[in-house]
Nanobody, 124 residues
Framework: QVQLVESGGGLVQAGGSLRLSCAAS????????MGWFRQAPGKEREFAAGISISWSGGSTLYADSVKGRFTISRDNAKNTVYLQMNSLKPEDTAVYYC???????????????WGQGTQVTVSS
């Protein structure tokens, strides 16, 4: 089991930046694909960004809505995955969750561990 703790959320003006972190416990972190999802009030949790395990290339994948603005990365030595968010928009406002999966990074039902979430609020 991998336990996850997100941090780095906050209030930012449109056009600003935030960097989210997701710290994982356990020595098996490097064996999992990781993803960032977000959930706005009244909406379903949606995929934002994902990154595969390093020895498969550490490939990344982004939702169209964040492509070119968000960057996901991982540091296996620190058991941490990051989400750098630039050029933030009010529609990026949501609770952001990181999760682990042994399968597709884009499918929420295939994740087997989630963090508690961190709130990101972007003001116009």
């Amino acid at each position: 089991q991998v336990q996850l703790v997100e941090s780095g959320g906050g209030l930012v003006q449109a056009g600003g930046s935030l960097r989210l972190s997701c710290a994982a416990s356990g020595r098996t972190f490097s064996r999992y694909n990781m993803g960032w999802f977000r959930q706005a009030p009244g909406k379903e949790r949606e995929f934002a960004a994902g990154i595969s395990i390093s020895w498969s290339g550490g490939s990344t994948l982004y939702a169209d809505s964040v492509k070119g603005r968000f960057t996901i990365s991982r540091d296996n030595a620190k058991n941490t995955v990051y989400l750098q968010m630039n050029s933030l928009k009010p529609e990026d406002t949501a609770v952001y969750y990181c999760g682990v999966t042994s399968s597709s990074v884009t499918t929420v039902a295939l994740y087997h561990n989630w963090g508690q979430g961190t709130q990101v609020t972007v003001s116009s």
